[in-house]
Structures are given as C-alpha cells and as structure tokens.
C-alpha cells in the first residue's frame, strides 16, 4: 500500500522560506504514469493546488504562487520536496503532498489524484 | 483559476441519499472529464471516491457516484451513512497541466 508522509519545520517566519519534504514508501516514485503533487488548505478554506512535477521531469505550478515555488525531486530518498519563498501569513495552510495517477490508453486519459498525505500545518508568523 | 464551486453544506438522514454540486467552467468542469471528488476526515489523508468524473475506485461502495452536466459537476451519495459524515471537494484539470479544486462540502448525517 502506497504511504506519503509530509515533514517540515510547522512554524516559518515571514519573508522567509517555507520547505517540506514528502516521503513515499510502498512504491517507487520514479514509476511512469505517476506524478507528485502539492495540495495546501489555509484555515477554514478549501484546498488549493501549489503545483505538480511530472515523471518527464517538467514542472507545473499554480500562476496565482508566481516565481515563489520550486516542486523537486530526489529519487535516491524515494522523495520530492516543496519550497515556497517569501512567505506571509497568508501562506499558513496544512500542507498535502499526493500522487498524481496519469495514463493514456488509445484515445482515453485518465487523471486522478489517487493517494495523499495526511497533511501537515505550517504556520507564517514571527 | 478561481475555485470551483461547491454548497458550504448539505445533509440528510440515515438511509437518505444529497446530492453535492461543483460549479466551474467551460475551461474546467465543463472541457474536460477529468473531475474527481475526495472525502476528507479533518486530520486524516484525502481520499478518492470518484474519479473521470463517474469511475468509482476498488472499495469505494457504489453508493458513491459522479455526474456532470455542462459545466457543473455532481456526488450522489446513496443510503447515506454515519461514516459518510465528513468534508467533500471536487477537483477539475484545468488546461496547461493545473488543476482547480472546490471550497469543499460538509456532509452532515443527521
């Protein structure tokens, strides 16, 4: 059964940068159709997608983050990370990592994000 | 990319079916089929119930189901039951490899 897990400091001061780790078990993150992901829900909000790092390699993110987000990856650990800079309050969100599951068949595609971390929370304060 | 959007809340009794609607767009909801729809137990991992907009994954019961109509989606859960009481989201590509998810649905068992 595929785990993630995230881990990260829970507390990051303003302007300062936010990184968290996501560590799969049970399963190879370098296995093709399978992409990585970041979810955050801010207090009392919905969830929002940061970005997603394809099997390619090629990194996609969320427009409304700008230039403030890097998705990587570090198959030696089994992990990819996020790094969020110059942060503000606004950024304190429980943080999800999940996979992407993504395959074409003929002419049908199927996306799904198909397992998810239990989250972790990150607070922006001084 | 605003979110999708979805009713703050919904409920009903045991053995009732509701019913959660996810409002999006033609460039969402609407232009592709590839909504899905998570069940969340705050404090617990996400959990897929629909996917592709009608496919149930293996052990999902089929109470669970997916609809869509131009650019609204929808969850039907039949014969609803007290596990079931948790928060719902929908999530929709949204073109150029990103995706949108809904502000989420607190399904209430009464």
């Known amino acids: 059964q595929l785990q993630l897990q995230e881990s990260g400091p829970g507390l990051v001061k303003p302007s300062e940068t936010l990184s968290l780790t996501c560590t799969v078990s049970?399963?190879?993150?370098?296995?093709?159709?399978?992409?990585w992901g970041w979810i955050r829900q801010p207090p009392g909000k919905g969830l929002e997608w940061i970005g997603t790092?394809?099997?390619?390699?090629?990194?996609y993110y969320n427009p409304s983050f700008k230039s403030r987000v890097t998705i990587s990856v570090d198959t030696s650990k089994n992990q990819f990370s996020l790094k969020l800079n110059s942060v503000t309050a606004a950024d304190t969100a429980v943080y999800f990592c999940a996979r992407l599951n993504g395959y074409c068949s003929g002419s049908s595609c199927s996306y799904y994000f198909d397992y998810w971390g239990q989250g972790t929370l990150a607070t922006v304060s001084s | 990319q605003s979110a999708l959007t979805q009713p703050r809340s919904v409920s009903g009794s045991p053995g009732q079916s509701v019913t959660i609607s996810c409002t999006g767009t033609?460039?969402?909801?609407?232009?592709?089929?590839?909504v899905s729809w998570y069940q969340h137990h705050p404090g617990k991992a996400p959990k897929l119930v629909i996917y592709d907009v009608t496919k149930r994954p293996s052990g999902v019961p089929d109470r669970f189901s997916g609809s869509k109509s131009g650019n609204t989606a929808s969850l039907t859960i039949s014969g609803l039951q007290a596990e079931d009481e948790a928060d719902y989201y929908c999530?929709?590509?949204?073109?150029?490899?990103?995706?949108?998810f809904g502000g989420g649905t607190k399904v209430t068992v009464l």
């Open positions: 999530c929709s590509y949204a073109g150029t490899y990103s995706w949108v």
């Open positions: 049970g399963g190879s993150i370098s296995s093709t159709n399978y992409h």
């Open positions: 790092l394809y099997y390619s390699g090629s990194t």
């Open positions: 033609s460039s969402d909801v609407g232009g592709y089929n590839y």
